[in-house]
């Protein structure tokens, strides 16, 4: 286990809240908004970053007009899923909850009007920014660092969306690893996801509406990214939808030795073998290419 990992979250039977539990859904099945994802059916999310500063494309999409018009794009490449976030995941300049509400909020509620049957994502792992951009039409939350505020599930509870449980490896927000250890890498994952899924189920988030994210390079290194995405199948085998956010990550720059612009077939490969594993939803920035990868996967069976 790594050292200083997340205590057992507040709500779960651990903890001595008293709440019953609830297991998984039907083994891997995802309902969001009218949609529903079993079998050989995968959700492709893709990524809309309205900040400055992010690690991939550089402030593209961080004008509203830019924003939605990558939308529209991702719409017609074939996304199920548009995942908006306002705050660059690591290191960078100090972003306060009413600023990150500010540059979710109103793509939030235009996207609603434009694309209505497309499910959408808020990445934040803010209470207040959740509640927000809920009240505005959000159809999931998608909380990549691991309960850090523990109202955030309660917020997903109250408005019926999606949540997201993920694996830090119990750093804080915006936190970068540094030689970091775990005894079992998978069963650090499995053991953290599955306690927030089952606590997010005892404050009333429909089970299959939680999804879990082993979160490949947080909390980790590429050795770790590379042995999650090996044994992927035995986080799907725990019945809760899997989502992976692979795309263009660290690990794969490093495993390959090459840049940022340069790891779209590592990608693509990923996402492949993820699929083939079990995993159900995939969050990337190339929304066709990934469309058309998962799409083969189904094919061949």
Known sequence: MVTGGPAVPEGTAESGSGRSQAGPPQTGVLRLRDHTYAGLRYAVMGVINRTPDSFYDRGSTYALD???TSADHAV?????IIDVGGVKAGYGA???EDEEIRRTLPFVRELRVRHPD???????WRAGVGRACAEAGVDMI???WAGADPDLARVAA????GLVCSHSGGLAPRTDPHRVRYDDVMADVITGVCALAERAVSLGVRPDAVMIDPTHDFGKNTYHSLE?????GELAATGWPVLVAVSNKDFVGETLGVGLTERGEGTLATLAVSARE???VFRVHDVAAARAALDSVTAIG
Do not use: P
């Not at 017609?76 to 199920?80: I, K, R, S, Y």
């Not at 999650?228 to 992927?232: N, Q």
């Open 66 to 68: 830019a924003a939605l």
């Open 76 to 80: 017609a490449a074939g996304v199920d």
């Open 94 to 96: 100090h972003v306060d």
């Open 118 to 124: 497309v499910v959408i994502s808020v990445d934040t």
């Open 142 to 144: 998608n909380d990549t």
């Open 158 to 161: 109250e408005y019926g969306t």
């Open 228 to 232: 999650l995405t090996r044994r992927l």
């Open 278 to 280: 079990g995993a159900r």
